[in-house]
């Protein structure tokens, strides 16, 4: 499974982004849509999590995300969102898209979001 994120940049606290990541193959063949993030000296932390056969899908949620973020799917266009409302600095980072399929882990390449005060 090949993943393509997009969607990143330079906001202001506050402010919205909304991710995309495109999947080479059908989500509904996906066991779970993910995204992490890693800011820089700090591990790699889970943001969302969404089902990608399951209707309706299951979600899931880090706890500094909670109420801010949302994570969607489009089975049709096999593309994941995450869309990000009330972004902290601290919500600075890279994004992954990842995805849980076929016994393994696949991920794509990140983009930088970066939250200014």
């Known amino acids: 499974v090949q993943l393509q994120a997009s969607g990143g940049g330079l906001v202001q606290a506050g402010g919205s982004l909304r991710l995309s990541c495109a999947a080479s193959?059908?989500?509904?063949?996906?066991?779970?849509m993910l995204w992490y993030r890693q800011a820089p000296g700090k591990q790699r932390e889970l943001v969302a999590r969404?089902?990608?056969?399951?209707?309706?899908?299951?979600?899931n949620y880090g706890d500094s995300v909670k109420g801010r973020f949302t994570i969607s799917r489009d089975n049709f266009k096999n593309m994941v969102y995450l869309q990000m409302n009330s972004l902290k600095p601290e919500d600075s980072a890279v994004y992954y898209c990842?995805?849980?399929?076929?016994?393994?882990?696949?991920w794509g390449k990140g983009t930088q979001v970066t939250v200014s005060s």
């Open positions: 990842n995805a849980e399929a076929y016994g393994s882990n696949y």
């Open positions: 193959r059908s989500i509904l063949s996906i066991n779970h």
């Open positions: 969404i089902s990608g056969g399951e209707f309706p899908a299951s979600t």
